[in-house]
């Protein structure tokens, strides 16, 4: 073989293995390559166990945003997450945030259910209808020692 022949050899491998990164991350991004078709909000647990950046976000099962950002707010302790969702999802300011699971012990995921006010969340705006993440060790915990409350 001459230098030429392994030379372009070469770059066409070096082609394909670029293209095959730019694929994965495009695919991996949700296929996006800016955000500009979605907007944020936030929503504010008490707790957000198991949920992490890049957790999906659904409506009636149906993924529509990712989790951009889990934080702590210092002030009154507790969790605000954020998340994107897309443009043309109208979610109204009595919409509920509740923190899922996928499964017995899934992924962790918010799912959103829509309310009916008429008055439309704007972008940026804080969730506070929230339902926090459940807490397997600590139910196990209850009924096996027996401090589960009789009724």
């Known amino acids: 073989m001459?230098?030429?022949?392994?030379?372009?050899?070469?770059?066409?491998f070096v082609l394909i293995g670029l293209a095959a990164v730019a694929y994965l991350?495009?695919?991996?991004?949700?296929?996006r390559?800016?955000?500009?078709?979605?907007?944020?909000?936030?929503?504010?647990f008490t707790n957000a166990s198991g949920?992490?950046?890049?957790?999906?976000?659904?409506v009636a099962g149906v993924t529509v945003g990712n989790v951009t950002n889990v934080r702590l707010n210092y002030e009154d302790?507790?969790?605000?997450?954020?998340?994107?969702?897309?443009k043309d999802l109208k979610l109204d300011d009595d919409t509920v945030a509740a923190i899922k699971s996928a499964g017995l012990i899934g992924e962790k995921f918010i799912?959103?259910?829509?309310?009916?006010?008429?008055?439309?969340?704007?972008?940026?705006?804080?969730?506070?209808?929230?339902?926090?993440?459940v807490d397997l060790e600590d139910i196990i915990a209850r009924f096996a020692f027996g401090t589960v409350d009789k009724k």
């Open 77 to 86: 302790m507790v969790a605000v997450v954020s998340f994107r969702v897309p």
């Open 111 to 133: 799912s959103l259910k829509p309310g009916g006010s008429g008055l439309p969340l704007k972008p940026g705006s804080i969730i506070v209808d929230t339902e926090s993440s």
């Open 25 to 31: 991350t495009l695919r991996i991004g949700g296929g």
């Open 2 to 12: 001459n230098s030429r022949t392994v030379e372009l050899s070469v770059g066409v």
């Open 51 to 58: 949920l992490k950046t890049g957790s999906s976000v659904r």
């Open 33 to 44: 390559v800016a955000a500009s078709d979605t907007y944020s909000l936030d929503a504010r």
